[in-house]
Every structure is written in structure tokens, then in C-alpha cells.
């Protein structure tokens, strides 16, 4: 009988043990989802700590104005939103030479970033090389695409919008000709320039379009030259995509509209708006620029990458239907309502699918000839 009772105690005891432990874990449980409902910015915090992004420049430079200075953008912003500072948690490796691309990935490397950024299509064999040595990183390359499980793709309808400025030059244009400078010679230039000719000669079949190539994305000296021979030869609106290299036409445009501030010049920027590229005294050389949202697709990916969401293997496109394209009205006085809405009208037929923008020399042949 004894021992019955010891028994019924012992069982007695150890049920209540196991209420008092399910009532103490029920609170707990509470306790941490009170937690974490509260304290998802803490956490995110620690992850943006706990993760690191970095990116290297093209020949162009982090301060181009263009290209590489969007996407340093971005990564600014993706650091500000995280509470991070350069160098630490995000910085950049500056390319002065093609030579330069390989060690300054290996060395962001060594530093340990999680994900490293190729700015421009020059980086691509530097990447897919690097990126197959060090499959414990991220890696993503803008401008091209490369085939690495480990590396993003990300690339633009830079076509879309060089078409929407081509329409733009053609309402703007007094003398019928315009003018493209191109940074290197290659499929990725050869979208800006063909959409551009599409888009103006879709307004006006007979506009001439003077087409030349630096060579270079760093070479402002020759964007000058070659943006000095067009000017003189009658062009009065020119489009680059030249990088840094552009930064030569807009010299040479202000210095144009310096000596006679009542001549009509104008220059078309590239990848962000350059409108103060164009400030010269009380005058504005820049017409419009065509807009490509480097700085969101970085951040963005970025994010992607922090969150444990890396699109690795993956390629990204981004265009007008996702906000990435776009074409800049800064300069209300250039870019009146008129060459507004003929571009918004450009815009809804190219979303709605009734135009197809060429993206090739052979493409825009049969473009052009069914105009």
C-alpha cells in the first residue's frame, strides 16, 4: 500500500511537472514571437553586418557620370538603407586598365565580400573566370551575360529607351541631322545606336544620323573631337553612349554654346540624368537623357543576394515595363509638351507590343524598310 502511494505521489508530480513545463514553454514561445515581431529590424540589421557587396569599375571610372557612377549609386543606397558605410560593408576597386580587372575582383575577394559587382561587358571573362575559382561567393556582371551558377546576369532594353530619345531628337532637331557617339564598337553600343536611329527616323524617315565610335568609354579627349566634327558639319543634337568618353561632347557642346549662346545644341546623355552636364551659365545643352536604372537593379540584387535569394545561373532584363528604362524631362525648357507626348504615345505603342525595336544593324534593315 506504501508503495502504491509512492507510485500515485511519483506520477502526481512528474504530471505536474509537465504542465508547469508546457505552461513555462507556452510563454516562452510567446515571449519569442513577441520578439521577433518586434525586433525584424534588429535582425535585419544583423544580417546587413553579417553580409558584405562590392563592385568594380569599368576603364570608365566610379565618377564617369555615367554607367558606373548609377551603379556606385546603388550600392550607396543599399548600404545607407542597412545602416552600412563604405568600407565597411560596401566599397569599389577603380579600373584604370583592362589589366586591372582581375586583381582588383581577387582582391575584393580576399576581403571577403559576399557579392561582387562587374560594372560593364569589358569584365565579363574576368568574372566568369574568377567566379568558377570561388564558388563560395556571389558574383554579377551588368552588361552581359555570363554562365556561372554562382553569377547574376543582369542586362537592360537599352533599346527601348534609345528609341523613345531617338523620337525626342527628331521633335527637336532644326537641321535634320543628328549625331551618335558610341564608346566601343560591340552588340551592347550597337542596341543604343540602333534604337536611336529607329526611333528618329520613325518620326522622320529623311533625318540623317552621323554614327562614330571613340573606341574608348574613357577617352574624353576624343568624344570632344569627334562631337567638334559633327557639330560643324550641321548636327545639332548628338546621343552618346560612351561612358566617360561622353564627357567630351558635353564639353565641347558648352563650350559651343559659350561662344554663341543663341545657337541651338544639344546634347542626348546616357544611363542617368545628365542634366547638369549640361549647365553653361544661364543655358542647358542637354536635351534629355536616356535613363537606365543601374543603381535599382544593384540594389536590388543586392538585397536579393542578403536575403538569401541570389538569383545565381539567372539572367535579369529590365526595360520600360518594369520602370528601368526611361527617358529624362529635367530640361522643361528643351523638352516641351509637344516631344513629351509624342514620346509618351512612342512609349504605350512599344508596351502594347505594336512596335518591335531593333536591336541589330541587320534588325534595323528590315526596320527601316518598312517604314
Given at each position: 500500500m506504501k508503495n502504491r502511494k509512492l507510485v500515485l505521489l511519483f506520477a502526481l508530480l512528474l504530471s505536474l511537472g509537465m504542465l508547469l513545463a508546457a505552461c513555462g514553454g507556452g510563454a516562452d514561445d510567446e515571449d519569442t514571437n513577441d520578439e521577433g515581431s518586434t525586433g525584424n529590424d534588429a535582425t535585419n540589421e544583423e544580417e546587413a553586418?553579417?553580409?558584405?557587396a562590392a563592385m568594380v569599375t569599368d576603364v570608365g571610372g566610379v565618377d564617369d557620370k555615367s554607367f558606373n557612377q548609377s551603379a556606385?549609386?546603388?550600392?550607396?543606397?543599399?548600404?545607407?538603407?542597412?545602416?552600412?558605410s563604405q568600407g565597411n560593408g560596401f566599397d569599389y576597386a577603380q579600373s584604370d586598365d583592362v589589366s586591372d580587372y582581375i586583381p582588383n575582383l581577387n582582391r575584393l575577394i580576399r576581403d571577403d565580400y559576399n557579392l561582387i559587382f562587374g560594372i560593364g561587358f569589358e569584365l565579363q571573362e574576368s568574372i566568369?573566370?574568377?567566379?568558377k575559382q570561388n564558388s563560395d561567393k556571389h558574383f554579377a556582371l551588368v552588361d552581359d551575360v555570363v554562365e556561372v551558377p554562382n553569377a547574376v546576369s543582369i542586362l537592360f532594353k537599352e533599346h527601348q529607351g534609345?528609341?523613345?530619345?531617338?523620337?525626342?531628337?527628331?521633335?527637336?532637331?532644326?537641321?535634320?541631322?543628328?549625331?551618335?557617339?558610341?564608346?566601343?564598337?560591340?552588340?551592347?553600343?550597337?542596341?543604343?545606336?540602333?534604337?536611336?536611329?529607329?526611333?528618329?527616323?520613325?518620326?522622320?524617315?529623311?533625318?540623317?544620323?552621323?554614327?562614330?565610335?571613340?573606341?574608348?568609354f574613357a577617352d574624353s579627349s576624343k568624344g570632344k573631337m569627334i562631337a567638334s566634327d559633327m557639330y560643324n558639319d550641321g548636327v545639332d543634337i548628338?546621343?552618346?553612349?560612351?561612358?566617360?568618353?561622353?564627357?567630351g561632347v558635353f564639353n565641347e557642346a558648352r563650350d559651343l554654346k559659350n561662344s554663341d549662346p543663341d545657337r541651338d545644341i544639344w546634347v542626348i546623355g546616357v544611363d542617368r540624368d545628365q542634366y547638369e552636364e549640361g549647365e553653361i551659365g544661364d543655358h542647358n545643352v542637354t536635351l534629355t537623357s536616356m535613363v537606365k536604372r543601374v543603381d535599382v537593379a544593384v540594389?536590388?540584387?543586392?538585397n536579393l543576394a542578403m536575403n538569401g535569394d541570389f538569383p545565381g545561373g539567372e539572367t535579369l532584363e529590365f526595360g520600360l515595363e518594369d520602370n528601368a528604362i526611361d527617358i529624362a524631362?529635367?530640361?522643361?525648357?528643351a523638352m516641351n509638351q509637344e516631344i513629351i507626348d509624342s514620346v509618351n504615345e512612342w512609349e504605350e505603342k512599344i508596351l502594347n507590343?505594336?512596335?518591335d525595336i531593333p536591336k541589330t544593324h541587320d534588325e534595323l534593315d528590315t526596320f527601316l524598310e518598312s517604314l
Open positions: 553586418e553579417d553580409f558584405s556606385w549609386e546603388g550600392l550607396n543606397a543599399w548600404g545607407e538603407e542597412h545602416g552600412l566568369e573566370e574568377v567566379a534609345s528609341f523613345l530619345a531617338g523620337v525626342a531628337a527628331a521633335q527637336k532637331t532644326t537641321t535634320n541631322k543628328l549625331g551618335f557617339v558610341g564608346g566601343v564598337d560591340s552588340p551592347l553600343i550597337n542596341k543604343f545606336e540602333v534604337g536611336f536611329i529607329a526611333g528618329a527616323k520613325s518620326v522622320n524617315p529623311d533625318i540623317e544620323v552621323d554614327v562614330q565610335y571613340a573606341e574608348s548628338i546621343y552618346h553612349a560612351s561612358g566617360a568618353t561622353g564627357n540594389q536590388d540584387v543586392t524631362t529635367t530640361n522643361e525648357d507590343g505594336d512596335v
